[in-house]
């Protein structure tokens, strides 16, 4: 059977990032990824820039740092200097202000003191050429790359791009994913399941993780498991680039979603991933449409979500670290395990002194939601009946955070 | 003058959750506190249920773990079953299939055989009471408190409520977060600056370190440096229940916002904390109101939202853990450094074999919002002129995450 790895490289060979657009440079454009390189369109500073209240001088006019100048203007910040130092005189000078032609360096005031109103005296350490000054260019030079092509835009970069002058930019669009959960016995969460039927928690959750990964939920509402109510949705949820059923994929009679799926003209890659919880998990595609069949029972559904959908996303969002996101976490205390195929178990992760540490949290499998509740990740067991040692270290896939570190 | 801890403390005792309100349970919800402890409506499972395909049995007739046993009903997921196992019976049954009453085990299929059509031999180790079977009640009890007060929304919760039967619940809202940045130099990044203008690069970034922060930022447009340009917007903000200002709040003689928020009825509580980059930050409060004047340079900005506005918008959402996140780094390699007061530099935050490591990143001042292109963080490095070792261990403000782990 396909291990989880070799599906995930599947999925991530058919996932190819969304054509970027021309996109408004809003709050709603964070997390986005940028698509092109943006360069600044003037110096930064624009001026060789003083970063102290004080005097603008030669530094050649006090080699011993000691002396005494003429103050020939007083420049404050947002004016230029008219006149130009000539040996003997300084300026006094704002923060944030421009240097004058023929000055070098800034002394800062508390190491000044002025003579009457025209001269300055100056008792420091010899001044650096260059000294307190940001000369004109340094933080960003006219033309120079300052947000590359695949940055995932933080709020620092949006203000960095309104500094370079973009209300606008290329970017790769929040991609649109279509939720459709399946199956007869399948309740709206407003009604009180009768015998054999559950209320419908995987379409709220999935658009919820969808939302989380940055993507948006397009919710198609609930079908049946007859052909006439499954075709309508599905052929609708095609044209998002990303559709998710859930349920209706598992091997029994009436699991109809496959067939309709090809029907629709969706090529299958796989249906099968040796895990659990959640083997019978369908990938397809039809064109650049991505077509995921989550298995109905919620910790599967989420499970495999986060092994397989997430990663097509970040492609989608063109992100280039899309792969998924494994911790390497050492055993918290022992314990003992029996299971027939790699499992996914709910665990809790934490920081210790040495790295990472993972215990796994009490869980009544696949359809116990509400085991997840003390849980942030899911350490990876090893098929086999086994008592593993605190200590021992396992992959852990973190779920509540998309952190690499 | 004050610190930064004793800041913060002071932000946080004047801060409240916004009250809650009957929130529906869409992806928008994500991420919101829940107010109200929610229970469950029903018994999960609602009867005890196979976990297996098998055959129900009564373990006390099977005490070798071998026999033969007649079969007296088949038991389908989604049907009760009808009779009640006898002593020297046996009930067909699915996987997810109500036990019939009598029975106390399930014996998986692969360890049995059908003789003829009413019989099955079973061939075994002698079944425990409860073997593969998930008795009524046991992921969820009717009554039981399945989601807390105080939790963090995440999909799986939300997929939780589902389950449960809530469509709707108490929430914390999104605070909306108005944002003011002033002064007469700052034009629209659509503009070319001037000779001592800069773009507003405030705006956007405030608004999206909101959006980030959970909140909801409403953009007031920019106030000038005169009292009839900063009245009606202050006012206007005001009516939020958080408003960030930037620029006018040193001690210059422009620097006109704090009369005006004090002749708007805001109470001052600081104007100072001992920190670089951003000493002149301000937060006052008109009620519940909570005000914040930041400084106007973009990275001073940067930080005094993460360490003062991003606990307080916290506190607003309703989350318990509201202070701020630091982390204890080593340095990663030397670095001197010379401040005058404890100050906060961008840094590159990893994690390594042993915990987290921090290398500052080149940066040229508060003013240089592209050297925070490469950081993820902010090293706390104390005042004085020092050279710091590498292994030292600092504090360290992570910017790109919430995360506490």
Chains 1, 2 share one sequence.
Not at 58 to 75: H, K
Not at 101 to 114: F, H, I, L, P, Y
Not at 145 to 162: E, H, K, M, T, Y
Request: hydrophobic share 40%; proline share 10%.
């Amino acid at each position: 059977m396909l291990s989880v790895a070799d599906a995930q490289a599947i999925v991530l060979q058919h996932a190819r990032p969304l054509p970027a657009e021309i996109t408004p440079l809003s709050p709603a454009a964070l997390g986005l990824v940028l698509a092109e390189d943006v360069s600044c369109d003037l110096d930064m500073p624009p001026y060789d820039k003083s970063l102290m209240d004080g005097y603008a001088v030669r530094s050649a006019d006090l080699p011993t740092g000691e002396g005494e100048l003429s103050v020939v203007e007083e420049i404050t910040a947002g004016h230029m200097p008219v006149r130009t130092l000539n040996s003997g005189e300084a300026a006094s000078i704002m923060t944030g202000a421009p240097l004058p032609a023929g000055a070098d360096a800034v002394v800062m005031k508390e190491r000044t003191e002025s003579v009457g109103a025209t001269r300055v005296r100056i008792a420091d350490r010899p001044p650096r050429p260059g000294q307190n000054v940001l000369s004109r260019g340094r933080e960003m030079r006219h033309g120079e790359v300052v947000l590359p092509a695949g940055a995932v835009l933080r709020p620092q970069d949006l203000g960095l791009l309104a500094t370079v002058g973009r209300t606008a930019a290329r970017l790769h669009p929040t991609p649109e994913i279509a939720v459709l959960p399946t199956g007869d016995e399948i309740v709206e969460p407003a009604t009180r399941p009768g015998l054999g039927q559950i209320r419908n928690s995987n379409g709220p959750m999935l658009a919820a993780q969808v939302a989380r990964a940055g993507g948006r939920p397009k919710l198609l509402g609930i079908a049946r498991d007859r052909l006439e109510s499954l075709r309508p949705p599905i052929a609708e949820g095609l044209r998002s680039p990303l559709m998710l059923l859930s349920g209706g994929v598992s091997a029994g009679k009436l699991d109809l979603v496959p067939g309709v799926l090809q029907e629709l003209g969706v090529t299958p890659y796989f249906h099968k991933v040796e895990m659990k919880p959640g083997k019978p998990v369908f990938f397809g595609a039809r064109g650049s449409t991505l077509v995921f069949g989550l298995p109905g029972n919620p910790v599967s559904s989420l499970v495999c979500f986060e092994l397989f959908v997430r990663p097509a996303l970040r492609r989608l969002r063109g992100q280039a670290d899309a792969g998924p996101r494994l911790v390497q976490a050492a055993l918290g205390e022992d314990f003992a395990y029996s299971t027939d195929r790699p499992t996914y178990h709910p665990a809790f992760l934490e920081r210790c002194e040495t790295g990472w540490w993972v215990r796994p949290t009490p869980w009544f499998g696949s359809s116990d939601l509400r085991g997840l509740l003390p849980a942030n990740a899911f350490v990876v067991f090893p098929a086999g009946d086994r008592h593993h040692r605190a200590g021992e270290v396992f992959s852990v896939l973190r779920v509540d955070s998309d952190d690499v570190i």
